[in-house]
């Protein structure tokens, strides 16, 4: 099955950049999704369609993805920031929606 | 505002099925697919498949076929997601969540989920 791994945990001090990776065989073939989930709350997409932002998302989320590897940028992060980060693929080979294992950011 | 509206939870014994509703207002139900994931207690998302409110077409997670259900009312708004065969292993915060559907019959490349319900616990216990 198709497995996009990301690192369980990142920790990144205030006003730093948060870089995130999405691990998967040929990721820069697929459009790429990126949610924030923070406790006790459903997820909130950040980044869709690789590099974009919803409306009221800041532009100091960005999203870029090349080969087997898809990464969101967050920079100037405070103390908001910290939260759980997922990506997201459609497989179109196996017609599956996949998320990532997910990373928790944390903030110093 | 856009709004989808889940029970908060649900308690079965194993072997049983639930149907979880997810109620959506503030938009156009047949314009958006209506997603389904579930996140377990300090695990990751899981998706679990979808279906396109117009036409009824539906797409599920090899994991869970054979045992999820996807339907919707259209004349109330609705998406249910029905899961049978229960285990503790099914426990789990369910969510619903829409999808642009740019007038597509098939959600797949650039479907990203643009708002989430909240979630319904499913808790499986004997």
């Known amino acids: 099955s198709f497995v996009l791994t990301q690192p369980p945990s990142i920790s990144v001090a205030p006003g730093q950049t948060a870089t995130i990776s999405c691990e998967g065989i040929?990721?820069?073939?697929?459009?790429v999704h990126w949610y924030q989930q923070k406790p006790g709350q459903a997820p909130v997409v950040v980044v869709y369609?690789?590099?974009d932002r919803p409306s009221g998302i800041p532009e100091r989320f960005s999203g870029s993805h090349s080969g087997n590897t898809a990464t969101l940028t967050i920079s100037r992060v405070d103390a908001g920031d910290g939260a759980d980060y997922y990506c997201?693929?459609?497989?179109?080979?196996?017609?599956?929606?996949?998320f990532g294992t997910g990373t928790k950011v944390t903030v110093l | 505002q856009v709004q989808l509206e889940q029970p908060g939870a649900e308690v079965k014994k194993p072997g049983a099925s639930v149907k979880v509703s997810c109620k959506a207002s503030?938009?156009?139900?047949?314009?958006?697919?209506i997603h389904w994931a579930r996140q377990a207690p300090g695990q990751g998302l899981e998706w679990m498949g979808w279906?396109?409110?117009?036409?009824?077409?539906?797409s599920s997670a090899q994991k869970f076929q054979g045992r999820v259900i996807l339907t919707r009312e259209k004349s109330m708004s609705t998406a249910y997601m029905e899961l049978s065969g229960l285990t503790s292993n099914d426990t789990a915060v369910y969510y619903c969540?829409?999808?642009?559907?740019?007038?597509?019959?098939?959600?797949?490349?650039?479907?990203?989920?643009?708002?989430w319900g909240r979630g319904t616990l499913v808790t499986v216990s004997s």
């Open positions: 997201h693929v459609w497989h179109s080979r196996a017609d599956q929606h996949v």
């Open positions: 969540a829409r999808a642009p559907g740019y007038g597509r019959a098939y959600c797949g490349a650039d479907c990203y989920l643009d708002f």
């Open positions: 369609d690789d590099s």
């Open positions: 279906i396109n409110p117009k036409s009824g077409g539906t």
């Open positions: 503030g938009y156009n139900f047949l314009d958006y697919f």
């Open positions: 040929n990721i820069g073939h697929y459009d």
